[in-house]
């Protein structure tokens, strides 16, 4: 007992690092902005408390429902798409003819680039006028798209743009759980006489599962509060049709000063996350074994 009880306090000990990195990083900050969200603070002054005040006056903000919209939409297509896309790259990474660290490392790049780069590089593609994706429409006989300047395509632009950069931390992170699979159950499933469709449905869905829904659930909290994206894009516009949780808050604590309502906009993202981690790590918790 005693040596269990010194090997506690010796792990407890090695965690406290990490223990006050968490408080400093992520406890702090959120107990700040529970207090900023019930204040009136502004850049220039100390605020008084006002309760929900904040929370009231957005819920009755067209622009901000529209927010809402918009991240939800946001961040379900990005990370569905990322999640199809993801998962195909990596099944095709997986086979013999596809593994070559040069083809695993041209997948990587639109993740490791800086993201400002990779972003700044899809402003000039879809720019309306001089962006070269018109330019090879109009060459097409196509007619010009205008990608930023209107709401349905801004959307469909923002979303696109984050699943382009997205898809290969799926990719290589599902690829990792193909490897960890053991040959041995295809080769059963093979003598059973399992089909390939068969085989990936009973065998390699279920198994990739919990990997599979971690990564899903990093990129969740990573795609709602994407700012970089939207605000290089578009500035949530046009007429607020891609204002995001990010960019709104923003707008409202920094470009307008009004510290607490940025705190309220960025703490609704909070019942989002909590949602989606407690379905997924409760689904995880029930996840294959092998």
């Not at 099944?91 to 695993?104: E, T, V």
Request: net charge positive.
């Amino acid at each position: 007992m005693k040596i269990r009880q010194r090997e506690g306090l010796v792990a407890y000990t090695f965690l406290l690092p990490a223990l006050a990195i968490v408080l400093s990083m992520v406890a702090l900050p959120l107990v700040m902005s529970l207090y900023l969200c019930l204040t009136d603070t502004r850049i220039d002054r100390p605020g008084k408390f006002i309760g929900i005040e904040n929370f009231r006056f957005l819920w009755q903000s067209d622009v901000f429902r529209t927010t809402v919209y918009n991240s939800v939409l946001f961040t379900f297509a990005s990370v569905i798409l990322k999640l199809s896309i993801g998962l195909g790259v990596a099944l095709l990474l997986f086979q013999p003819q596809f593994k070559n660290k040069w083809i695993r490392a041209i997948i990587l790049l639109p993740w490791v680039i800086p993201s400002v780069f990779g972003i700044l590089g899809w402003l000039w593609i879809l720019d309306p006028l001089y962006g070269s994706l018109n330019w090879i429409l109009n060459h097409l006989s196509f007619s010009k798209i205008p990608w930023l300047a209107s709401p349905f395509w801004a959307r469909f632009s923002v979303i696109l743009v984050n699943t382009w950069r997205g898809v290969p931390f799926f990719a290589i992170g599902l690829l990792g759980g193909l490897v960890g699979i053991p040959k041995e159950i295809y080769e059963a499933a093979e003598v059973d006489g399992a089909n390939p469709f068969k085989k990936f449905w009973a065998i390699t869905l279920p198994l990739l599962k919990p990997p599979l829904l971690v990564i899903t659930l990093f990129s969740i909290v990573m795609t709602i509060s994407d700012f970089s994206i939207v605000y290089i894009l578009t500035r949530g516009g046009p007429v607020n049709a891609t204002q995001v949780f990010a960019t709104l808050a923003y707008q409202y604590g920094l470009s307008g000063g009004k510290l607490g309502m940025g705190a309220a906009i960025s703490l609704f993202m909070f019942p989002f996350l909590l949602v989606s981690a407690v379905i997924m790590l409760g689904i995880i918790s029930k996840g294959e074994t092998y």
